[in-house]
């Protein structure tokens, strides 16, 4: 596609349910990075990929957070036993590394809700 | 983390005035950009400052960077109503490979 895109735009869950969010990034872009934003804050690094790699996941609040990326193309990021204070919108952009200054690209994002 | 503050939080000018947002940040950077975002929507980058410029154009923006002081500005001139957005600047630091770091935001409203 022409742009990062996100699934599902919104999602809705229980406290202590477990969610998956998707990205798909620009075709061709091998760096792949996941933010997340509170309401009236700027958006926080999760964890970066470099191919299928984790190059950095040094922003993982703790280990109920979880990002895969297996082909190096399309990432899950997954949320286990999820908490009212998970809820946020969660943002992915893609790059091209060795591109101009690091522009990223980011998608819509997926706006999570734990009730 | 937060790289740092934005100021103001909230600006409200007349269309047609220019906007002045500034940014500060913490630690030494490669590049400083500027991004927008407009409500329930992702980021699009604006412009980008690499940390061996002082200023730089781009259309009716214009950035500048004080590296001494590890702050920037972003100007809007001849604002628009469709500039009114939230506006955040990113940099990645010297040691934090690529990664992004945010301000918390300049929400702009830009009235008719």
């Known amino acids: 596609g022409a742009g990062v895109s996100q699934t599902p735009s919104n999602k809705v869950t229980e406290k202590g349910k477990y969610v998956e969010l998707r990205c798909d990034p620009i075709s061709g872009h091998t760096a792949l990075y996941w933010y997340r934003q509170s309401l009236g804050q700027g958006p926080e690094f999760l964890i970066y990929?470099?191919?299928?790699?984790?190059?950095?996941d040094s922003g993982l609040p703790n280990d109920r957070f979880f990002a895969v990326r297996p082909e190096g193309s399309v990432s899950t990021l997954k949320i286990q036993r999820t908490e009212r204070g998970d809820s946020a919108v969660y943002l992915c952009?893609?790059?091209?590394?060795?591109?101009?200054?690091?522009?990223?690209?980011f998608g819509a994002g997926t706006r999570l809700s734990v009730l | 983390s937060q790289q740092g503050e934005e100021d103001p939080q909230a600006l409200s000018i007349q269309e047609g005035e220019n906007a002045t947002m500034n940014c500060s940040y913490k630690?030494?950077?490669?590049?400083l950009q500027w991004y927008r975002q407009n409500s329930g929507r992702g980021l699009v980058h604006l412009i980008l400052?690499?940390?061996?410029?002082r200023e730089k154009h781009s259309g009716r923006l214009r950035v500048t960077l004080d590296t001494s002081k590890k702050s920037s500005s972003l100007l809007i001139t001849a604002s628009r109503a469709a500039d009114t957005a939230s506006y955040f600047c990113a940099t990645d630091e010297i040691q934090g490979a690529q990664k992004l770091v945010f301000g918390q935001g300049t929400r702009l409203t830009i009235n008719p």
């Open positions: 630690t030494s950077i490669n590049n």
């Open positions: 400052i690499r940390s061996n410029e």
């Open positions: 990929f470099q191919g299928t790699g984790a190059a950095d």
């Open positions: 952009a893609s790059s091209l590394v060795g591109g101009l200054g690091n522009i990223q690209y």
